[in-house]
Nanobody
Framework: QVQLVESGGGLVQAGGSLRLSCAVS??????MGWYRQAPGKQRELVAT???????NYADSVKGRFTISRDNAKNTVYLQMNSLKTEDTAVYSC???????????WGQGTQVTVSS
């Protein structure tokens, strides 16, 4: 059984930093990443990373967020710096195959950025 366990969300002031972690057990996936959904908005991609280290970021987070992964621990991280109030959302971890034939979501973790 595949499980994704997220941690690291919370409340932070604008300009601050948070680090999210997502540990995957039960399988190995080529692509791991983070999506977010703010109240009243659609879920959107934040960042993804492949097992080879190729990364993809939403324009809104480029230069502020950094995604990384530890393949030995099957864990993906999202370092979020210079946080803005508009980054407030539920952040969910995704692990999937390259073709999307298999995908698993985490339970989500709340990130709240106060002004």
């Amino acid at each position: 059984q595949v499980q994704l366990v997220e941690s690291g969300g919370g409340l932070v002031q604008a300009g601050g930093s948070l680090r999210l972690s997502c540990a995957v057990s039960g399988s190995i996936f080529n692509v791991m990443g983070w999506y977010r959904q703010a109240p009243g908005k659609q879920r959107e991609l934040v960042a993804t990373i492949t097992s080879g280290g190729d990364t993809n970021y939403a324009d809104s987070v480029k230069g502020r967020f950094t995604i990384s992964r530890d393949n030995a621990k099957n864990t993906v991280y999202l370092q979020m710096n210079s946080l803005k109030t508009e980054d407030t959302a539920v952040y969910s971890c995704l692990a999937r195959s390259s073709s999307w034939s298999k995908s698993v979501w985490g339970q989500g973790t709340q990130v709240t950025v106060s002004s």
